[in-house]
């Protein structure tokens, strides 16, 4: 097995980002904004947008589909490589937004309050930050099944033409500090036969619905909802759903 990503689009929450801008107007500051999953599509809406990610290789892969883009989506696009607990900026931003489990990488209460003071550093007053983790499901914290790979995704097909079959499986669990290490296994098929399996294993902390209101209002936000999808379902209509929180900048 090699050590790679395949990123697997998630096209429903991307208009639900690029609504959000809508209603409340740039500049948007994207963390952990990757490859340009939902980077780009605001860019494309005609917002100013500074993305920052920790991975020199992700903003690569970002900055050449960036050089696709006409002349004027690139100019509305900034990136930066740097730390989500210590990146400093000097605009600030209406709208500061963290999706897809980006949180979930920091492993320790400290990091995670040293990110969030951040983020609140480098919004404008009223301004609205949104963080998007997973709603800890209990069975599978504790379900022995999951340490297998877990059969719950279709094929997808890369634009080369790759058939992938995306699995997950827990490689292991620390209950007492809310960390699994998960592995997610890629089943590859070529185009011209030939298979493939790579995989890509990382730590991830969870967080409950309540912990991530406190840890807001710690490091001076202002909480307004907290959603179970991207339809902005309330939260507990969905099991386990979402959890997106929506702060403002007192």
């Known amino acids: 097995k090699k050590s790679i990503l395949i990123c697997v689009p998630r096209a429903q929450d991307v208009e639900f980002f690029v609504s959000l801008a809508r209603e409340s107007g740039g500049p948007v500051l994207e963390l952990g904004c990757g490859t340009g999953r939902v980077l780009l599509p605001l860019a494309r809406a005609g917002f100013e947008i500074f993305g920052v990610d920790n991975s020199l290789s992700m903003l ?3 900055k050449e589909k960036l050089n696709r883009e006409p002349a004027e989506v690139r100019s509305r696009v900034k990136l930066m490589q740097a730390d989500m607990r210590n990146f400093d900026l000097h605009p ?3 709208v500061i937004v963290m999706p897809f489990r980006s949180f979930q990488h920091i ?5 995670q309050v040293a990110t969030l003071e951040n983020v609140h550093r480098h919004l404008s007053r009223g301004g609205k930050f ?3 983790v997973f709603n800890p499901m209990l069975e599978r914290l504790v379900d022995q099944n999951y340490l297998e790979e877990t059969d719950e995704e279709p094929e997808f097909t890369m634009p080369d033409g790759r058939r992938v079959i995306r699995r997950a499986r827990v490689l292991s669990r620390d209950l007492f500090n809310q960390i699994q290490e998960v592995e997610l296994v890629y089943h590859v098929t070529h185009p011209d036969g030939r298979e493939e399996e790579l995989a890509h294993r ?3 902390r969870y967080l409950f619905r309540y912990e991530g209101e406190h840890i807001l209002a710690r490091c001076g936000f202002k909480f307004e909802n907290v959603y179970a999808d991207y339809d902005k379902s309330p939260y507990g209509s969905k099991y386990p759903g979402e959890l997106i929180f929506i702060a403002r900048k007192q």
């Not at 492993?107 to 990091?111: G, H, K, Q, S, V």
């Open 107 to 111: 492993l320790t209460a400290e990091d």
């Open 130 to 132: 949104v963080l998007d």
């Open 202 to 204: 990382f730590p991830m």
């Open 92 to 94: 600030e931003f209406r």
């Open 60 to 62: 690569a892969v970002c």
